[in-house]
T-cell receptor
Framework: GAVVSQHPSRVICKSGTSVKIECRSL??????MFWYRQFPKQSLMLMAT?????????EQGVEKDKFLINHASLTLSTLTVTSAHPEDSSFYIC???????????FGPGTRLLVL | KQEVTQIPAALSVPEGENLVLNCSFT??????LQWFRQDPGKGLTSLLL?????REQTSGRLNASLDKSSGRSTLYIAASQPGDSATYLC???????????FGKGTHLIIQP
């Protein structure tokens, strides 16, 4: 089955630093990748949609200059949290779609803690 | 804007019971609906996907139904086991290019 990986699985950083999270589709080409954020005891919220070779589309309320998304290839999308602050601490999950409209394959998530 | 609600928020039952988890959504113009399982601190495991044209899907002890016109879905778990303990998330897709809209989940505990 389709596998999506994320790296790192967990990161702790100081306030003001930038953190990059990678999302890779391991055995298929992902024309579209999605980034979600989940705060404790909350649902997953879509942050942005990323299409290979084009600019990401951000959901309302998500700052595109703070959450930089690069979908440079059909197997890799990166999310960079710039100048991270404690309120950015969350669980970030990516998903990938292989071109068919039906199923998104989710990564295992990255837990970010900003001190 | 699509909103997804899951009831109950939490449920604790003895092993062996049959359960029903509920999901409702405000916009019936969905492409599909998916049920996921999330273990603590982990990612998502897809359980069942129902296309908008379908009424139900079954996998093992799990059965999911969809009533698109009323904006409802149920996840039925038969003969529950302690290993079923997890948070169950319902999510809808509004269109082929869209991300998913998730509910807050039902936190399920199956007591041995």
């Amino acid at each position: 089955g389709a596998v999506v990986s994320q790296h790192p699985s967990r990161v702790i950083c100081k306030s003001g630093t930038s953190v990059k999270i990678e999302c890779r589709s391991l055995d298929f080409q992902a024309t579209t990748m999605f980034w979600y954020r989940q705060f404790p005891k909350q649902s997953l919220m879509l942050m942005a949609t990323s299409n290979e070779g084009s600019k990401a589309t951000y959901e309302q309320g998500v700052e595109k200059d703070k959450f930089l998304i690069n979908h440079a290839s059909l197997t890799l999308s990166t999310l960079t949290v710039t100048s991270a602050h404690p309120e950015d601490s969350s669980f970030y999950i990516c998903s990938a779609r292989d071109g068919g409209p039906e199923t998104q394959y989710f990564g295992p998530g990255t837990r970010l803690l900003v001190l | 804007k699509q909103e997804v609600t899951q009831i109950p928020a939490a449920l604790s039952v003895p092993e062996g019971e049959n359960l029903v988890l509920n999901c409702s959504f405000t916009d019936s113009a969905i492409y599909n609906l998916q049920w996921f399982r999330q273990d603590p601190g982990k990612g998502l495991t897809s359980l069942l996907l129902i296309q908008s044209s379908q009424r139900e899907q079954t996998s093992g002890r799990l059965n999911a139904s969809l009533d698109k016109s009323s904006g409802r879905s149920t996840l039925y778990i038969a003969a529950s086991q302690p290993g079923d303990s997890a948070t169950y998330l319902c999510a809808v897709a509004g269109g082929g290019a869209d991300g998913l809209t998730f509910g807050k989940g039902t936190h399920l505990i199956i007591q041995p």
